[in-house]
Nanobody, 122 residues
Framework: QVQLQESGPGLVKPSQTLSLTCTIS??????????WSWIRQVPGKGLEWMGSIGYSGATVGSPSLKSLTSISRDTSKNQFTLQLTSVTPEDTAVYYC??????????????WGQGTQVTVSS
């Protein structure tokens, strides 16, 4: 059974960098053909895919957020991390990490973390 757990600050000030970590259990982040994603849900809106990191370490990001986001991993800890720079109150959302079912960008996921609320406010 794969489990994912998000961790990070619940409150971030505008213009700061948000850093969230997803810890994986039950599957190695380097298992061939696995892809690990960050998705968020802004209040009143649908789910928004932010980016993914694959088993090889290659990353792909949403074109609308690409300049603001980076995804990295620590294979020794079986974790991957999202960094979102220059946050604004519009980045207030529930952030999820998830295991993608088939590819980094297809948008189908078979395992999700429980989500973590992040509020951007001064």
């Amino acid at each position: 059974q794969v489990q994912l757990q998000e961790s990070g600050p619940g409150l971030v000030k505008p213009s700061q960098t948000l850093s969230l970590t997803c810890t994986i259990s039950g599957e190695s982040i380097t298992t061939t053909y696995t892809y690990w994603s960050w998705i968020r849900q802004v209040p009143g809106k649908g789910l928004e895919w932010m980016g993914s990191i694959g088993y090889s370490g290659a990353t792909v990001g949403s074109p609308s957020l690409k300049s603001l986001t980076s995804i990295s991993r620590d294979t020794s800890k079986n974790q991957f991390t999202l960094q979102l720079t220059s946050v604004t109150p519009e980045d207030t959302a529930v952030y999820y990490c998830a295991k993608a079912l088939n590819s980094a960008t297809e948008g189908v996921y078979d395992y999700w973390g429980q989500g973590t609320q992040v509020t951007v406010s001064s």
